[in-house]
């Protein structure tokens, strides 16, 4: 049997563990180390788009011992060699137990980790074995868990939509089921979530986010686009930014009794300030240099009649959101509600650092 604290110093380059295997058989022991002293940052899901982001900021920006949990190293494409103190922990959150005494040590974890469909699946690593990561935190120790969730869970002011619960995709509902269970915790109170609206970002070193790898394809229908007007808004938000506030509230943990109305809550909606549809094609078609002589209205009744001429197939959720249309959000929070500067607030900024060319 395996023991239980076991991890990868950054100078050690693992093979990518077998199906049967979480870990390989022998790997170097890490001696005591010299960074106890120092806090230590858990950060689940750390080859992910965010947690890339999250964990380049944090080897980059601090010297906090930190401890990056990944299922297949080989996907983790920043440089985490260029300072020490950077452990590389090579297991799937289905055996989190491997690290059992390790986590008894963790001052803050912040958990990107997610499973994304499979009903099976969705549930033992959204709901199972989070909570079991959570329980297995030293209330002695951890000051805080940064969790996150998903914008699609809440209604325009931030009350649990129960539609999410219901009809909800396998990720969404086993999400909302988890959120549901965090009160209950033995560290409820000192758990931070957070709640994503739709974030971009990737590049050379980091895996995009499903809605920027489909970004270039959408934008070839630019022409189309521009000449349709439809009802709807929304919130994005980058994955860097989504790193600076996390990076922000580690080193400022939210407190009810805190002065500073930012941060006397423990959620967070994060995102860019309210975007219509219109607003977005508008500033994607000046971006290209493209001018707007007149707009169809892309009604819901159109819209419908499309879906059954096209025997397109929809999901309960689909229909769901094409019918609520309008996912904003009270008090959104990004990089500039705590004074620092936003990497990309608008959908220009978007565009260009996808790679995505403008008007010359």
């Known amino acids: 049997?395996?023991?239980?604290?076991?991890?990868?110093?950054?100078?050690?380059?693992?093979?990518?563990?077998?199906?049967?295997?979480?870990?390989?058989?022998?790997?170097?022991?890490?001696?005591?180390?010299?960074?106890?002293s120092q806090k230590r940052i858990l950060v689940t899901g750390a080859s992910g788009c965010i947690g890339q982001y999250i964990s380049?900021?944090?080897?980059?920006?601090?010297?906090?011992?930190?401890?990056?949990?990944v299922r297949n190293p080989d996907k983790l494409k920043?440089?985490?060699?260029?300072?020490?103190?950077?452990?590389?922990?090579?297991?799937?959150?289905?055996?989190?137990e491997l690290i059992g005494d390790l986590l008894k040590t963790i001052n803050q974890a912040v958990l990107t980790a997610a499973a994304w469909g499979g009903e099976e699946e969705t549930r033992e690593i959204n709901v199972t074995k989070t909570i079991?990561?959570?329980n297995?935190?030293?209330?002695?120790?951890?000051?805080?868990?940064?969790?996150?969730?998903?914008?699609?869970?809440l209604d325009r002011h931030q009350q649990l939509l129960p539609e999410a619960?219901?009809?909800?995709?396998?990720?969404?509902?086993?999400k909302y089921e988890c959120f549901k269970w965090l009160p209950e915790l033995a560290i409820g109170d000192r758990i931070t979530t957070l709640f994503p609206?739709?974030?971009?970002?990737?590049?050379?070193?980091?895996p995009y986010s499903h809605i920027s790898a489909g970004l270039p394809e959408i934008v070839k229908w630019i022409d189309v686009i521009r000449y349709l007007k439809a009802d709807g808004s929304f919130h994005f938000i980058h994955a860097r930014d989504i790193a600076q506030?996390?990076?922000?509230?580690?080193?400022?943990?939210?407190?009810?009794?805190?002065?500073?109305?930012?941060?006397?809550?423990?959620?967070?909606?994060?995102?860019?300030?309210?975007?219509?549809?219109?607003?977005?094609?508008?500033?994607?078609?000046?971006?290209?240099?493209?001018?707007?002589?007149?707009?169809?209205p892309l009604s819901l009744e159109l819209a419908n009649f499309l879906i059954a001429l096209f025997r397109i197939q929809m999901a309960p959720w689909d229909r769901f959101c094409m019918q609520y249309r309008h996912f904003s959000y009270e008090n959104p929070v990004n990089p500039a509600t705590f004074g620092l500067s936003n990497y990309c607030p608008t959908f220009s900024d978007i565009l260009r650092t996808r790679g995505i060319k403008g008007e010359k």
Do not use: W
């Not at 297995?136 to 699609?152: G, K």
């Open 56 to 69: 380049e900021a944090l080897i980059e920006e601090t010297d906090y011992e930190l401890f990056l949990l």
């Open 165 to 174: 619960g219901e009809i909800g995709t396998e990720y969404i509902r086993t």
């Open 136 to 153: 297995s935190l030293n209330p002695e120790v951890c000051e805080q868990v940064i969790y996150f969730s998903t914008a699609s869970l």
């Open 1 to 36: 049997m395996l023991p239980t604290y076991l991890f990868f110093p950054s100078s050690y380059h693992p093979i990518s563990p077998s199906p049967s295997l979480p870990l390989p058989l022998s790997p170097p022991l890490l001696p005591l180390s010299p960074y106890m």
């Open 245 to 296: 506030v996390v990076r922000y509230l580690i080193d400022n943990i939210p407190s009810s009794d805190d002065v500073n109305s930012h941060l006397s809550t423990r959620k967070f909606v994060l995102g860019n300030q309210r975007l219509t549809a219109d607003m977005a094609v508008e500033e994607a078609a000046a971006y290209f240099g493209k001018k707007i002589n007149f707009r169809i």
């Open 197 to 206: 609206t739709l974030v971009f970002g990737g590049d050379r070193n980091k």
């Open 132 to 134: 079991q990561l959570i």
């Open 78 to 96: 920043i440089d985490y060699q260029i300072r020490s103190g950077i452990n590389i922990l090579p297991v799937d959150m289905r055996d989190i």
